[in-house]
T-cell receptor, first 115, second 112 residues
């Protein structure tokens, strides 16, 4: 039982390049999330998927797109990377939404640098 | 705007000593508060969760308290170990809101 896995662990991009961050969970959770973590700031929600087939914008969605490929997988795409997107990206999943007692389980993170 | 403020930003303690981390929030209406531990290079892992009616909750050497009236929480680490070196994040959930409010975290360094 691997929990939440993310690939790649590290990535360096040049401004304007595109890439997709992959996330998968094997806990049969309905909801999945993408966050970014920047120094001195709390995690900020980029996009989330309450259930398979649905996606919604979070707090900081500009410059990103997502795909909920199936119940297990939720990918995050940067179409044209910018230096402001340099960050650590975390994927998380929870049994059902962000309500009370719905603990979120986090992946190990992807450290992205945009030059 | 819902906010979560943590203090101190960082602290250093000697192995075996105790420490207390603070969390103040303005999230309303309050649903629950979680403390997460994040080791360097890893994702956050939940330590405790407390709802409105709970004042204290323990997880081993970690004890969290909640005062919903003053909107304050604390995390007390007893008899610290080197493995306690990590960032501790306070996360607050509002009722009827899909979003969680994350604090910036307190970085704890335990030295031998």
């Amino acid at each position: 039982n691997a929990g939440v896995t993310q690939t790649p662990k590290f990535q360096v991009l040049k401004t304007g390049q595109s890439m997709t961050l992959q996330c998968a969970q094997d806990m049969n959770h309905n909801s999945m999330y993408w966050y970014r973590q920047d120094p001195g700031m709390g995690l900020r929600l980029i996009y989330y998927s309450a259930s398979e087939g649905t996606t919604d914008k979070g707090e900081v969605p500009n410059g990103y797109n997502v795909s909920r490929l199936n119940k297990r997988e939720f990918s995050l795409r940067l179409e044209s990377a910018a230096p402001s997107q340099t960050s650590v990206y975390f994927c998380a999943s929870s049994p059902a939404g962000q309500g009370a007692h719905n603990e979120q389980f986090f992946g190990p993170g992807t450290r992205l640098t945009v030059l | 705007k819902n906010q979560v403020e943590q203090s101190p930003q960082s602290l250093i303690i000697l192995e075996g000593k105790n420490c207390t981390l603070q969390c103040n929030y303005t999230v309303s209406p309050f649903s629950n508060l979680r403390w997460y531990k994040q080791d360097t290079g890893r994702g956050p892992v939940s330590l405790t969760i407390m709802t409105f009616s709970e004042n204290t909750k323990s997880n081993g050497r970690y004890t969290a308290t909640l005062d919903a009236d003053t909107k304050q929480s604390s995390l007390h680490i007893t008899a610290s170990q080197l493995s306690d070196s990590a960032s501790y994040i306070c996360v607050v959930s509002a009722r009827w809101d899909y979003k969680l409010s994350f604090g910036a975290g307190t970085t704890v360094t335990v030295r031998a």
